[in-house]
């Protein structure tokens, strides 16, 4: 039984898809604390004529330990229209730009607020178009007083999980001889960045999926290919797909 656990993305890259179609269950890891400054759980690139550029949705900080099950977007300003309007200029040209531009409209109609919830659904929508079906759960709903490696830990075995997968960010933190102990191994993501028509420039694989439904259209679930490799051989090997 193949587990990851992930931060809920703003429509992520294609790296967090190959994630979910190698896992059995997918778990959004909900309740952890909202990072401070800029991440990943609000914005992501895109490609435009003068090269990345970021879609940033603006969020509430109304402490500085909330979590992102409790982080909710600004609504003050109309930023879902903002943002759509800057996919329609950018990807106007694109193979499957009608496609693409669907999926995100319904995405950013998306009635709820929550941080969580809206990145959550998009993801599933994205999952939805390309035929993934890992099981998916919430952190938030399997609640424990461990931290870290620990907390990770109790998720895997709350499914009876055998492997756990992650992406390569977990090297610094992660107690890997605490999953050896428990019998649970641990897999890195060995990506492939295959690359695919791309307008604007040289290619760039770590913008956001939606580049790749607009690029490719339901073709692109080809591209959701990368595989694993044991924690040791990443740690003490030569690091793959680096």
């Known amino acids: 039984m193949n587990v990851v656990v992930s931060q809920p993305m703003f429509f992520p890259w294609i790296g967090i898809f190959e994630q979910i179609r190698l ?4 778990i959004h890891y909900d309740d952890v604390q909202l990072p401070r400054g800029r991440s990943f759980v609000s ?6 004529p003068n090269g990345t550029e970021w879609l ?9 330990n909330m979590s992102i099950r409790e982080a909710r977007f600004c609504d003050e300003t109309d930023w879902r ?8 200029r950018n990807y106007a040209a694109a193979p499957f730009s009608g496609e693409m531009l669907a999926l995100a409209r319904e995405a950013y109609a998306f009635a709820s607020g929550g941080v969580a919830d809206f990145n959550i ?6 999952c939805r ?6 099981e998916f759960d919430r952190s938030s709903k399997h609640p424990t007083e461990r931290t870290s490696s620990e907390h990770l830990l109790h998720l895997v075995q709350s499914f009876q999980g055998d492997t756990y997968i992650t992406g390569h960010g977990a090297k610094a933190y992660i107690d890997h001889e605490l999953f050896d102990r428990n019998g649970i191994a641990i897999h890195y993501m060995n990506y492939r960045r295959t690359s695919y028509p791309q307008r604007f420039g ?11 439904v607009a690029n490719c259209g339901p073709a692109g679930r080809d ?18 797909g680096v």
């Open 121 to 126: 659904h998009a993801i599933s929508l994205l």
């Open 129 to 134: 178009y390309f035929g993934l079906t890992a």
């Open 43 to 48: 914005r992501v690139q895109i490609k435009t």
């Open 81 to 88: 229209a903002k943002h759509l309007r800057t996919l329609e």
């Open 56 to 64: 940033s949705a603006p969020v509430r900080r109304e402490s500085s």
């Open 23 to 26: 896992a059995d269950v997918f």
């Open 223 to 240: 591209l959701i290919c990368s595989g694993t490799v044991n924690w040791k051989d990443f740690i003490y090997g030569q690091e793959p």
């Open 202 to 212: 040289p290619f760039d694989p770590h913008v956001s999926m939606l580049d790749v």
